[in-house]
């Protein structure tokens, strides 16, 4: 599968932003789904994620109340809503999917980096104080 994340751009502190990412393949809906992003200088983190289904969500606890992470089967399009942003979520940020294992149909919800088997090539958000 492959992914293009979109949507970022810059934005003022308090600001709401939101990116998607677009999937080719007839078997995204059978991936789990997340967001990840690196800030400058540090290291790929983890956001948020999705269930093949959407009706599992996860998130990284400094974003929480704030992101909503959402998905389109019908369209083979993952959302990020990001409200209220802070200075602090400056970042690159990445989409990426989890395919499910053998004999499984669908992938559950899963925040490990590790585990995402495609990613995207990253959308950059700036948020300015």
């Known amino acids: 599968v492959q992914l293009q994340a979109s949507g970022g751009g810059v934005v003022q502190a308090g600001g709401s932003m939101r990116l998607s990412c677009a999937a080719s393949?007839?078997?995204?809906?059978?991936?789990?789904m997340g967001w990840f992003r690196q800030p400058p200088g540090k290291e790929r983190e983890f956001v948020a994620a999705?269930?093949?289904?959407?009706?599992?969500?996860v998130y990284a606890d400094s974003v929480k109340g704030r992101f909503t992470i959402s998905r389109d089967n019908t369209k083979n399009t993952m959302y990020l809503q990001m409200n209220n942003l802070k200075p602090e979520d400056t970042a690159v940020y990445y989409c990426a999917a989890d395919r499910p294992r053998v004999g499984v149909w669908g992938a559950p919800v899963n925040a490990n980096i590790s585990d995402y088997d495609y990613w995207g090539q990253g959308t950059l958000v700036t948020v300015s104080s």
């Open positions: 393949g007839r078997t995204f809906s059978s991936y789990a």
């Open positions: 999705i269930s093949w289904n959407g009706r599992s969500t």
